[in-house]
């Protein structure tokens, strides 16, 4: 269904780079969601009262609960596609994001409430009347649910958001939820025992777990999460493709919401090298960037010494002794300073994101073993934190 409005409704809906094309996708999936969550809630409600199900009631107003959520994010595809303006430079993409959050609260919201209602039942249970209508009506809205986690998914993975994805997972864990009730029914039938409010308790939980899930997916890029490794190799990748490209080192990603990527770095280039035609090729890089991986970039030149036999010496001997140090990733912008009693190494160390020990006790570990293995040497060193996963 989904592939056929889109190519009813969407000019040139395989370009999903698009930003145009993106929101599109985005507007038709949650109209689509609100239709299909508005009928499911319509059948179930219909089936709770005729069986006098808590269960399966509970489950018809997390399909309400749904149908808000996918008008949220409809509103928010809409606002993030605004263009950039005077006061929001960067454009208005974060808003996708913020309105994850507003679905993932809505979702907390009724999963406590039905929580509540499920235990009451438990505490006071009542009769439930098994048929075959409500049955029907359960394994049709299982069918649907995975149906609208299928689609959900897959354009979430085209588009690249994170939000479609998050409504993706939320729609299997309905469609496990509807199960769950579909289960509690047939025991009820066979056995003849009320486990109604057993099952709507889990309903509840499975709810709640699904709005736990969407938030953390959504505040993280909002709090500053780490890119993906796999964007990281890709521009380790294109950058390192440059014959002047000798090294690459502070590498950060700025996320202002999907497809509204900013990254700098800084790139190690012979100094000796013509700067003109250096400058040239670092331009070509940021052209690649932003043609191949879709972000912006500003490459900062680092020149280093690349025939001078005493550096590279010095620069061995100095990764052989960092290699011996803990929380070290890497090291970069060497050089040296040569006196009459010692020789300065003045260089910046990169430490992993999860290294427990401050910049100040790296930096003391780090001199300290450079004057004992290092005769005459005295470290100047700088402390970074990687960025990047």
């Known amino acids: 269904m989904v592939t056929f409005l889109s190519k009813l409704f969407i000019k040139n809906p395989g370009d999903y780079a698009d930003q145009v094309v993106r929101k599109a996708y985005g507007s038709l999936c949650s109209i689509l969601g609100i239709f299909l969550n508005v009928l499911l809630f319509a059948g179930k409600y219909i089936a709770g009262v005729i069986s006098g199900s808590i269960a399966i009631t509970a489950d018809a107003f997390n399909n309400l609960s749904d149908a808000g959520s ?37 979702i907390i919201v009724m999963g406590v409430e039905l929580l509540i209602s499920s235990v009451q039942k438990i505490i006071s249970p009542e009769p439930v009347e098994v048929g075959l209508l409500p049955a029907i009506i359960l394994v049709v809205s299982i069918l649907v649910k995975v149906y609208m986690c299928v689609y959900n998914k897959s354009v979430g993975k085209k588009i690249g958001s994170t939000a479609m994805i998050a409504t993706g997972t939320d729609s299997l864990s309905d469609s496990i939820a509807t199960a769950v009730v579909l289960l509690s029914m047939g025991v009820t039938y066979v056995f003849d025992v009320n486990i109604d409010g057993y099952a709507g308790v889990l309903v509840a939980a499975f709810i709640l777990f699904a709005g736990y899930n969407v938030a953390k997916d959504t505040l993280s890029p909002l709090l500053g999460q780490a890119p993906d490794p796999e964007f990281v190799d890709s521009i380790e990748e294109l950058v390192m493709s440059s014959g002047s490209v000798i090294g690459m080192h502070d590498l950060v990603v700025h996320d202002y919401g999907p497809g509204r990527v900013m990254i700098s770095l800084h790139a190690e280039v012979d100094g000796k090298g013509d700067i003109f035609e250096l400058h040239d090729e670092i331009d070509l890089i940021e052209r690649r960037l932003k043609d191949e991986l879709g972000c912006d970039a500003t490459i900062h030149m680092d020149p280093v010494e690349t025939d001078n036999e005493q550096v590279t010496a010095e620069r061995r001997a100095l990764e052989g002794v960092l290699a011996e140090l803990g929380c070290i990733i890497s090291m970069h912008d060497f050089r040296m300073v040569v006196g009459p009693s010692h020789t300065n190494l003045i260089f910046d160390v990169v430490v992993a994101p999860d290294c427990s020990k401050t910049p100040a006790q790296v930096r003391s570990e780090v001199c300290a073993a450079v004057e004992e293995k290092l005769p005459n040497r005295f470290a100047v060193v700088n402390v970074d934190t990687s960025f990047v996963k």
Do not use: C, Q, T
């Open 70 to 106: 996918s008008a949220i994010s409809l509103l928010g595809f809409r606002l993030s596609g605004k263009r950039p303006d005077p006061d929001h430079p960067f454009g208005h993409g974060r808003i996708e994001y913020i309105s994850g959050l507003a679905v993932a609260a809505m």
